[in-house]
Structure formats: structure tokens, C-alpha cells
């Protein structure tokens, strides 16, 4: 009797710790469709970033709900400095720590994961920064982020995970989003020096156009910052603004082909004179034509249409209204304010308001 009630008990035991096995794995199973559901979901976002800070607030964001984070921050390492620098950072001011010390130092100095269950009791942590920021850690995950030479460039970190303290599975999947942030970084860099290549190409390619000016030859640089500022004000996406940028000091590229006596002549233009300055949209566009490069198809058409106006009164071809591009009237609104405020041989720089007030009252 004493052995059938015993089996009994052992009985229920056992089923009682299969139900709790089952109802656990059962969580595991929705917290797992939960989360490839949301990688599935920003996976989509993420193809359509090129940026890099929108990337990485995207990567961000997915961590935070993946992992059920509070906060989340990505540090990038200055070597020159010395520093990690908190790049892109939820909730929180900017940070620059030693990048030795502290766990995230240690992550990027050793170039290994590390999960802190109690960050207050592990002589790692360096309590500064919540002091800093009002912030109260209480565990982290952090990973190191490496390049495609095996360096490590930065880390990727979680804190105060929702539920309790960060998981094997949880090391896992962060060291999946430090990989991506590892190569949209260096994606960015390296996106960044052929932008740097192509701009100083560019200026350098204008400058030779304008050193035949010599009033004019100062202002590219000014008046690319002017386009983009007028572009970004008007809702353009962000990488065309960039291309503006880069196509807009090829404006007068065509004053190549005008003879200096013209460029250079200190008086008034004659008529025959004035119609062959005139003519350098013209020159500038055959100089850029045939490209199959976005960027210098829109170097062509700022060439050819920087001096049309709304009316139909500019020049080479009359346009009127929508006939213009918009990069051509981005560009001869900026090359016209600068002017306006830049001191030439005819007339004194205008200051602002003066200028504004000009461009307005030629408006339409």
C-alpha cells in the first residue's frame, strides 16, 4: 500500500515537472517568434538605411526590443584620444570614457562579450557614469564590435534588461547586431573618403573654371553649403542633398570655354561678348555629358540650367516654371545670394536682410 501511494506521489512529481518543462519551453517558443518576427520586421527597415546614424538608431531600436532593453548604446573607439565615444545612445546625453576602463572598455580592449548579472557588485563597473547621468545600472550586456581586418572598432551595449538578467541566448543575438553595426560603420567610412575623393576631384575640377574669374573663385565652397541647407530646408531626402552638394560647385565648369579676354575684361560686356558668356551652360553641359553616373548626370543639368529663370527671362534655353530642375533652381538661388553678399569689383557685399530682401522682391 505504502509503495503504491509512494508511486503515486512520484507519479504526480514527474508530471508536475513536465507540465513546468513544457509550459517553459513553450515561453522560449513565443519569445523566439517574437523576436524573429521583429528581426524580420526591421530586417525590411534596415535595407532601406544608408546612413549611417539612421542605421545604427535603427539597429538600436530592434536591440531594445529584442533583448527587452531600457537602454542601449553603441561606442565607437577613438584611438587618437583615447576615448569611446557614445556614437549613437538611447535616453542618454553623450559619453567619452577611457577607453580602458570600465566594461565597456574592457569589451573592446580584450574583444569579448561580457554579461554583468549585478553590475554593482563586479569591480569591472565603473559607477561614474550612472553618476553623471542620474542613471541606475543594474546588469549589462556588451560586445564588441570588429571590422572586416578583425579589429575591434567600437561595442555594441544593453542595459537593464526587462524580467531579470541578460541570457546566453541574449549574448548571442547582440553579437549579431555588434557585427552589423561593425560593418555599417565601416561601410560609412568607407562611403565617407570616396565622398572625400569625389568632393575635393570636384572643387578642384571648379576651382580651374573660376581661377579665370577671379571674383568669383572663392565662393564654391559657400555656396554648396548654401544648396544644401535650401535642399534639406525643402524636404529633399538626404542623399540627394549630398549628391547637390557635389554638383553644384560644376555650375560654371563651362566658363572653361569662354576665352579670358571675355572672363577677364574689367568694363562692360559687348553684345557679341555677352552672348558668348552666355553660352557657357552650354559648354558646361557638353563637358559633363554622357556620363552614366548619377552624380555627374546632375552636375550636367545645374550646368545647363543655373542661369534659366521662372519667368522664361534666363538663359540658354527660356525655360519657364516645373521646365527648370530643381537642382537648377537650388543652385541659382544659392549662386545668387552669395553674390549678393560676397564684395565684388562693381558693388559692396549686401548683408543679409538687404539680400533677402532683394531675392524677394525678384521672386516669380
Not at 17 to 45: C, F, M, P, T
Not at 193 to 221: P, V
Request: net charge positive; hydrophobic share 40%.
Amino acid at each position: 500500500m505504502k509503495k503504491a501511494r509512494k508511486s503515486g506521489v512520484d507519479a504526480k512529481a514527474t508530471s508536475s515537472a513536465r507540465i513546468k518543462k513544457l509550459v517553459r519551453e513553450n515561453q522560449e517558443l513565443k519569445e523566439w517568434k517574437r523576436r524573429l518576427s521583429l528581426l524580420l520586421d526591421y530586417g525590411k527597415k534596415m535595407s532601406a538605411r544608408k546612413e549611417l546614424d539612421g542605421l545604427l538608431h535603427l539597429l538600436v531600436d530592434v536591440a531594445q526590443n529584442v533583448l527587452r532593453a531600457d537602454r542601449c548604446t553603441v561606442f565607437l573607439l577613438d584611438k587618437k584620444a583615447g576615448e569611446l565615444w557614445s556614437r549613437i545612445a538611447s535616453g542618454a546625453p553623450a559619453i567619452r570614457v577611457p577607453s580602458h576602463k570600465g566594461i565597456v572598455g574592457e569589451t573592446v580592449t580584450h574583444s569579448r562579450v561580457i554579461n554583468i548579472h549585478d553590475a554593482y557588485k563586479d569591480a569591472r563597473f565603473n559607477p561614474e557614469i550612472d553618476k553623471s547621468t542620474g542613471y541606475q545600472t543594474r546588469n549589462l550586456l556588451s560586445a564588441p564590435m570588429q571590422n572586416n581586418k578583425g579589429e575591434t572598432i567600437g561595442a555594441f551595449q544593453v542595459l537593464n534588461k526587462r524580467g531579470g538578467p541578460f541570457t546566453r541566448n541574449d549574448e548571442e543575438i547582440l553579437t549579431i547586431f555588434a557585427a552589423q553595426a561593425a560593418t555599417a560603420v565601416e561601410n560609412a567610412q568607407l562611403y565617407g573618403e570616396l565622398r572625400a575623393a569625389a568632393k575635393d576631384t570636384i572643387f578642384r575640377l571648379a576651382s580651374a573654371a573660376e581661377y579665370k574669374d577671379m571674383d568669383t573663385r572663392n565662393h564654391l565652397e559657400r555656396m554648396s553649403r548654401f544648396c544644401a541647407i535650401i535642399s534639406e530646408e525643402i524636404g529633399m531626402p538626404a542623399e540627394w542633398t549630398m549628391s547637390l552638394q557635389l554638383a553644384a560647385p560644376m555650375h560654371d565648369i563651362g566658363k572653361l570655354g569662354v576665352p579670358d579676354a571675355i572672363l577677364k575684361k574689367p568694363g562692360k560686356l559687348s553684345d557679341e561678348e555677352w552672348t558668348e558668356m552666355k553660352r557657357h551652360p552650354l559648354y558646361g553641359a557638353e563637358i559633363l555629358k554622357g556620363s552614366d553616373n548619377e552624380l555627374l548626370r546632375m552636375s550636367q543639368r545645374v550646368a545647363l540650367s543655373h542661369h534659366e529663370w521662372w519667368d522664361g527671362s534666363g538663359y540658354p534655353h527660356g525655360l519657364t516654371w516645373e521646365e527648370i530642375p530643381i537642382e537648377g533652381r537650388i543652385v541659382t538661388l544659392a549662386d545668387v545670394f552669395d553674390a549678393l553678399t560676397s564684395k565684388r569689383c562693381y558693388k559692396p557685399a549686401f548683408d543679409v536682410e538687404e539680400s533677402l530682401r532683394i531675392v524677394r522682391e525678384g521672386s516669380g
